[in-house]
């Protein structure tokens, strides 16, 4: 009786008959992916995942304009940096001597899009405010305890910083997609802590801050490299965005469900032409690029490539090299690159020849 | 979160006679033990007894204890028992959890304690937090991070070492001046 | 009270002091108030900064009421081993009238305590493990730093993989399959396992 009054309890916060706590909840999504988009902030934040951790700093400047510069700096190793700014994206090695160049692609989603796509997001997670799991007499303990979307010792992480937090659950409906905890400072929805969780709910990696500012102007200076790059070799991406469009001439036979085509674009002088190709698939939340490229290997290791919270699982098929990379586990990188397709032509077998 | 040797170390100076080494570990698990028991207990009275008897409870099983767990969620599960056992014999249904936990150290929930039922050193709990709290938020920033990957990560010194990439000997002072820079503002409010 | 002995309070907290400095700590904490009331304040502070202040307990009573209700029991029961009785007599040499003098054991050795009864032997050796290293991949790196600027969502994060070299150590990781045998399994035999709310 217990076990079924307490299932009717997560129900009713997860089911679109708890429809009102989960629109709060998802209230504090959109609110979070406005604060990381389009809000002043800076800090330091430290990177675990397996045995290892990073500490970076980040400096996220929005000018009266509306230009979005960041630059995020590695404290460790070699002190890489990236600074994106509406000239593109510069990645700063001074362990290779060399600058990588993306340059900007006037079609690149400026916004994080959770909220176009709410209703693919909620097929596919639920989410849960872990400050509304209580039970009917108002206590949390139990419930919260056995809740398995709302993380433990919570408590304690709820004056990080000296700030208020938030803590919302996210779960994944299924094993391709990762489940997340985020910790939401109360008063500007910034992610203080975030944990990504795996199909077992193993936390596999973590962000915390330790330093934040948000809100307060941060000078240009902070967002400019001050590395020295005069013996620097300067690599430019051969990639040149075309005009927006939805034809792809590639096609993913099957894909994990709840994920779909968000974005295309070619690489080349002419959009007829047989090109490279980079296709985002979303599921309302997490993001998979797919990366066609046609010739020799571009210099991808075949399989699967851990990168901590993200994978990408790369393919020969046919003449071409896939890559399919997102924040999402190593079984749904593998299914799209796998079944990637040209539309045109003969069609690929899975097995490469 | 202490790693395990820290309080086997203790635990074993315990097995080998040394009750103040108990003493030490009921300072550091105080708080927590009170708290947890506050969840079936309620009031704050109460509790502290009934965390007290889980506590001597412990000490008196303590021969039994082979370090097979860490201590915490062995004392955990004596004082969630002691705490049940109170409700039944004070003829309260007690709450009828069943929570079977690999780590209880990571589920504690703090209890909703209501104002009213606590007067009784609250308002020198709210001074004592604000104090802290103001004066972590005013420690320069090295000293910041360190103590906090210590107290709220729970990270050891040589962990801390790598990830603010300085020696061990550093993460020492760091955290030793940042607690005594927390110290001058919480000592006078508490001598 | 010296800064060296505060030092050593809070190395004994995190339990990382030295054995060779825990011995003199304990002492003085036998038989300086001044010591534990600051080692008590280094507790609290934690405490609070893990939101797990309990109010009531400020007046500092409940570890004393502990405390002395455990100072009548015997400890420990008939029938122990020797190497305990070693231990007691260690111990009763430093002074045992302090609440917290035992906080510098934290950091003694294991070496005067039975083994078997730590539960820690058998822990065995480290098993070194060597692999080759493949050429780090630049490719990677560019697809992390494409995808950022493509999903919003994932900005942060994926360059937070290009600066911290995510690729590199994802190169010694990898499962690389040989090309010919690259079969994808057939769509209707993979399952996504539903997870019910």
Same mark, same amino acid.
């Given at each position: 009786m217990r076990q079924f009054w307490l299932m009717c309890f997560c129900l009713a916060i997860s089911h679109p008959g708890g429809l009102r706590a989960e629109d709060a909840s998802r209230g504090w999504m959109e609110r979070m992916a406005t604060a990381v988009d389009s809000s002043n902030y800076q800090g330091a934040y430290i990177r675990m995942h397996e045995d290892e951790m990073e500490t970076l700093e980040i400096f996220h400047r929005v000018d009266d304009s509306g230009e979005v510069t960041v630059r995020?700096?590695?404290?460790?190793?070699?002190?890489?940096?990236?600074?994106?700014?509406?000239?593109?994206?510069?990645?700063?090695?001074?362990?290779?001597?060399?600058?990588?160049?993306?340059?900007?692609?006037?079609?690149?989603?400026?916004?994080?899009?959770?909220?176009?796509?709410?209703?693919?997001?909620?097929?596919?997670?639920?989410?849960?405010?872990?400050?509304?799991?209580?039970?009917?007499?108002?206590?949390?303990?139990?419930?919260?305890?056995?809740?398995?979307?709302?993380?433990?010792?919570?408590?304690?992480?709820?004056?990080?910083?000296?700030?208020?937090?938030?803590?919302?659950?996210?779960?994944?409906?299924?094993?391709?997609?990762?489940?997340?905890?985020?910790?939401?400072?109360?008063?500007?929805?910034?992610?203080?802590?975030?944990?990504?969780?795996?199909?077992k709910g193993e936390v596999i990696e973590q962000v915390r801050f330790t330093r934040l500012i948000i809100g307060k102007t941060v000078a240009a200076s902070s967002v400019q490299s001050a590395i020295d790059t005069s013996d620097y070799e300067w690599v430019y991406s051969e990639q040149?965005?075309?005009?927006?469009?939805?034809?792809?001439?590639?096609?993913?036979?099957?894909?994990?469900?709840?994920?779909?085509?968000?974005?295309?674009?070619?690489?080349?002088?002419?959009?007829?032409?047989?090109?490279?190709?980079?296709?985002?698939?979303?599921?309302?939340?997490?993001?998979?690029?797919?990366?066609?490229?046609?010739?020799?290997?571009?210099?991808?290791?075949?399989?699967?490539?851990?990168?901590?919270?993200?994978?990408?699982y790369s393919a020969h098929k046919g003449g071409y090299y896939v890559t399919a990379m997102g924040e999402v586990p190593p079984a749904a990188v593998e299914m799209i690159a796998r079944h990637m397709e040209p539309l045109e032509g003969p069609q690929l077998p899975a097995t490469s020849e | 979160? %202490?790693?395990?040797?820290?309080?086997?170390? =203790? !635990?074993? &100076?315990?097995?080998?006679?040394?009750?103040?080494?108990? *003493?030490?570990?009921?300072?550091?698990?105080?708080?927590?033990?009170?708290?947890?028991?506050?969840?079936?207990?309620?009031?704050?009275?109460?509790?502290?007894?009934?965390?007290?008897?889980?506590?001597?409870?412990?000490?008196?099983?303590?021969?039994?204890?082979?370090?097979?767990?860490?201590?915490?969620?062995?004392?955990?599960?004596? %004082?969630?028992?002691?705490?049940?056992?109170? =409700? !039944?014999? &004070?003829?309260?249904?007690?709450?009828?959890?069943?929570? *079977?936990?690999?780590?209880?150290?990571?589920?504690?929930?703090q209890a909703r304690v209501s104002e009213v039922a606590t007067p009784e050193g609250h308002a020198l709990g709210e001074e004592v937090r604000e104090v802290v709290v103001e004066a972590v938020e005013k420690l320069p920033e090295d000293l910041r991070m360190a103590i906090i990957l210590r107290e709220i990560e729970g990270m050891s010194y040589e962990e801390i070492a790598q990830a603010m990439d300085c020696p061990v000997g550093t993460v020492r002072s760091r955290i030793f001046r940042a607690r005594e820079a927390i110290d001058s503002r919480l000592r006078p409010l508490l001598d | 009270m010296s800064d060296s002995v505060n030092k050593q309070l809070s190395s004994c907290l995190d339990g990382e002091l030295p054995l060779e400095e825990a011995a003199m700590l304990m002492k003085r904490l036998g038989r300086d108030s001044r010591s534990r009331a600051a080692l008590t304040r280094y507790i609290l502070m934690g405490e609070v900064m893990r939101d797990g202040l309990v109010p009531g307990l400020l007046n500092g009573n409940f570890a004393q009421?502990?405390?002395?209700?455990?100072?009548?029991?015997?400890?420990?029961?008939?029938?122990?081993?020797?190497?305990?009785?070693?231990?007691?007599?260690?111990?009763?040499?430093?002074?045992?009238?302090?609440?917290?003098?035992?906080?510098?054991?934290?950091?003694?050795?294991?070496a005067i305590v039975d083994p078997d009864q730590t539960g820690l032997s058998g822990q065995g050796n480290v098993e070194t493990i060597s692999y080759t290293v493949p050429e780090p991949p630049d490719r990677l790196n560019s697809y992390l730093v494409r995808h950022g600027t493509q999903a919003a969502m994932a900005r942060n994060s994926s360059w937070t993989r290009v600066v911290t070299d995510e690729a590199s150590d994802a190169a010694e990781r990898s499962q690389g399959v040989p090309e010919i045998d690259d079969v994808a399994p057939e769509p209707e035999a993979v399952n996504a396992k539903k997870v019910t709310p």
């Open positions: 995020l700096v590695s404290l460790d190793g070699a002190g890489r940096e990236i600074v994106s700014d509406s000239e593109g994206v510069k990645c700063y090695m001074p362990d290779k001597k060399s600058v990588l160049v993306e340059r900007a692609d006037p079609n690149a989603p400026l916004r994080s899009h959770i909220g176009r796509f709410s209703g693919q997001f909620s097929s596919n997670y639920r989410v849960v405010d872990c400050d509304q799991c209580k039970s009917s007499d108002g206590r949390m303990g139990q419930d919260a305890e056995s809740c398995e979307r709302c993380m433990p010792g919570k408590n304690a992480e709820q004056r990080m910083l000296s700030m208020d937090t938030v803590m919302l659950a996210i779960t994944p409906v299924d094993d391709y997609r990762y489940g997340y905890r985020l910790w939401l400072d109360r008063a500007s929805a910034f992610p203080i802590k975030t944990q990504v969780l795996n199909e040149k965005h075309m005009p927006e469009t939805d034809t792809s001439r590639w096609r993913a036979a099957v894909l994990p469900p709840g994920f779909m085509l968000t974005r295309v674009s070619h690489d080349g002088d002419e959009p007829e032409a047989k090109s490279d190709e980079h296709l985002v698939f979303s599921d309302g939340m997490a993001s998979v690029s797919v990366f066609v490229e046609q010739g020799e290997n571009p210099g991808v290791k075949l399989g699967l490539s851990r990168l901590g919270g993200a994978n990408a | 979160m %202490a790693g395990r040797a820290d309080d086997w170390q =203790l !635990v074993q &100076r315990v097995q080998g006679g040394d009750k103040t080494a108990f *003493d030490v570990l009921v300072l550091k698990y105080q708080h927590k033990i009170v708290k947890l028991v506050m969840r079936y207990v309620q009031d704050p009275s109460e509790s502290q007894d009934v965390a007290q008897e889980a506590f001597i409870k412990a000490y008196k099983a303590l021969p039994n204890f082979r370090g097979e767990s860490a201590f915490y969620t062995w004392l955990y599960r004596i %004082a969630i028992n002691t705490a049940k056992n109170y =409700l !039944v014999a &004070r003829k309260r249904r007690p709450l009828d959890y069943d929570v *079977d936990l690999q780590d209880p150290t990571q589920y504690e929930m | 009421r502990v405390s002395e209700e455990i100072s009548s029991e015997e400890f420990p029961p008939s029938g122990r081993s020797s190497w305990r009785g070693k231990v007691q007599k260690l111990v009763a040499g430093a002074g045992v009238a302090a609440a917290v003098a035992a906080v510098a054991l934290v950091s003694l050795q294991t």
